[in-house]
């Protein structure tokens, strides 16, 4: 019984450095979407820098999972905000139909998700995406 109480010790020190050497770092966690790189200066003096979101680009720029969509993103000239595919947006000029995908954090943070309309209400905390590669991927946008 002692022996695997000290092997169960011995266990339980050594496996946490053990499973922190085989995380994967942003770069292979992200993939196809970049990972998110800024200055404190370049942030506006509202932003959480705590709260910055790993991966830089929203989750379905990707075509098929596997590489950014560069098909044009449609217009709309519905309603003022939404969910689609579990994700939150909001109507940037109606007249012209650009919108842009939600993001916490004015914008910095995680990509707000959705299972309903009613989750997506304009918020201060949230705002249009900031700092994709591309910035009409993120930004009030159409084609």
Known sequence: MKSTTTILFALTYHLPSTL???APTAAEECGD???MSYTASSLDSN???TNIRKCREHPLTLKD?????LQARECWFGD???CSKGYCWESCDREKGTWCWT???KGHGNW???SGKEQCRPSEQSACGKD??????CGCSCH
Request: hydrophobic share 30%; net charge negative.
């Open 20 to 22: 922190a050497g085989i």
């Open 33 to 35: 979407l970049g990972v």
């Open 47 to 49: 932003v959480d820098p």
């Open 65 to 69: 999972g596997s590489s950014p969509n």
């Open 80 to 82: 003022e905000y939404g």
């Open 103 to 105: 993001a916490w954090n």
């Open 112 to 114: 707000r998700t959705c």
């Open 132 to 137: 994709c590669k591309d910035a009409k991927e």
